[in-house]
């Protein structure tokens, strides 16, 4: 990446950010849902934690994870409505005629949802940590966990990006959410995948968001399990979603 | 032209915008059951926590649905009343001998048939899905007649928004308040298994408890005359809040205009 491109990614990101902080209705119900699915969760269902077999030390912490992972993905989501908003306004063209990089513009996006939802985690992990959550990972295990939320995140942004950038409208954000939410959901988000029943069970065997939550519960646990599968889907992910995103861009560009 | 009539005109215009917007009603019918597919599998080793008053945690879902429906009416019937309001269309009608039950209980019609539609639905889909309801056929005309009681109370009180708030984005805005009310209830636990004591607390004083473990009693427990009477208590003071505040802004709107 040279200096221009970085520059086109820093004035996306920036401009983004400005935005978010001067809006509070842009950014109050993203920080304030993950908290309220927090609360709702870890406070009404703790006793969940004391069924038989169950198996994870911590209630709390187990919907910690979720509430993190989540917390990544809307955060690549709510960009993506940014993006579309942008492009639905106009503003995006102007800035496709300004940037001599446009990959600028795509890397700018992904580095706002970054920070965004670095906030958002920062927060709700504090919130967490007064709650009682407790983490039985060393610092490798939590860099581990870290690194997964972000690579989500950006998955999610390149995902939400190739909708935005194909749809150039507010009326695809269904289309940005509503997936994300299914796969979110059709993982083991209360119990553990053994205690799962039914067709959730069947079907989180092959969702990729098993993977990611198992892994993540892992590392806070201290007791890492599917760490390389979990990358592995993370990084396979990212890569085809940015394919998608990059298709999109060019898509845009077709369509002036 | 009677009060009656009036109500009938409004009503069928009610209905029928609520009929021809599927992108409303399509939600409100399939985001409940899939949440409640979602839950009933995810939540079934829930079932055995001692205590926990049934086998199959289907049936205990399955109450949430009916709220949900409910809190939808709020953003449908509000949105609908905020569209009027916005297009002129309460300017125009104010200047008919219209009167204002009239409009009020018409506007409620369309929330009372679509929650009459999504009660049966979601007998239906439960029953094929395995569920049980343990009030019998009788119980379940009961489970129909309190989902669309409440349904109304709730469309009125989107009613009172819309009238307050005059902005269709304000009451959409309204819905993750209903839907943290809805969450912060014995929605997902009954409430003496609720491990902490605060969340505990809340949904004892969250009336949306209450209209749950009503309809839960009906498909779980029978005829539970206490939780039948509290369930049809709050949806009651819901509905008459949600009207009289409805009315009371009514007149200020129709002077306003």
Known sequence: MNGRTAAVAFAVAERHLRKLVSSPALFIPPLVFPLFFFTAFAGGLSAVGDVPDFGYPDYTGFQYVFVLLQTAAFGGVFTGFSMAADWSSGFARRMMLAAPHRFGIALGYVGAALVRTVVIVAFVTVVALIAGMQVGGNGIDLVGLYALAAIVNVVATLFASGIALRFRTMSATPLMQIPVFLVLFMAPVYTPRHLLGGWVHSVANWNPATALLEAGRGLLAGRPVSVALAYGCAIGLAALFGLFSLRGMRAAERAG | ?257
């Open chain 2, 1 to 257: 032209m009677t009060l009656l009539q009036q109500v009938r005109w409004i009503a069928q215009r009610s209905v029928l915008r609520t009929i021809r917007q599927p992108a409303q009603i399509v939600p409100s019918l399939i985001f409940p059951l899939f949440l409640l597919a979602v839950n009933s599998a995810g939540l079934d080793a829930a079932t055995k926590l001692p205590g926990f008053p049934t086998s199959n945690y289907l049936n205990f879902a399955l109450a949430v649905c009916f709220l949900q429906a409910a809190l939808f009416a709020v953003s449908i019937a509000g949105t609908d009343l905020a569209d009027d309001i916005q297009t002129g269309f309460l300017n125009r009608l104010s200047l008919t001998p219209m009167r204002r039950a009239a409009l009020l209980l018409g506007h409620l019609a369309g929330v009372m048939v679509l929650g009459l539609i999504q009660a049966c639905l979601y007998i239906l889909v439960g029953i094929s899905a395995g569920a049980d309801i343990e009030a019998g056929v009788g119980g379940a005309l009961v489970l129909v007649v309190l989902s669309v009681l409440t349904c109304t109370g709730f469309g009125a009180i989107g009613v009172l928004a819309a009238l307050r708030m005059g902005s269709s984005e304000a009451v959409q805005g309204l819905f993750p308040v209903m839907f943290v009310l809805l969450f912060l209830s014995s929605m997902s636990l009954p409430r003496d298994l609720i491990a902490n004591d605060w969340f505990r607390t809340v949904a004892t004083w969250n009336p949306v408890s209450y209209l749950v473990e009503g309809v839960r009693s009906l498909i779980i427990t029978g005829w539970d005359g206490e939780a039948l009477a509290l369930g049809f208590l709050v949806s009651i003071v819901v509905l008459v809040l949600g009207i009289a505040g409805a009315s009371a802004s009514m007149r200020t709107r129709l002077v306003r205009t």
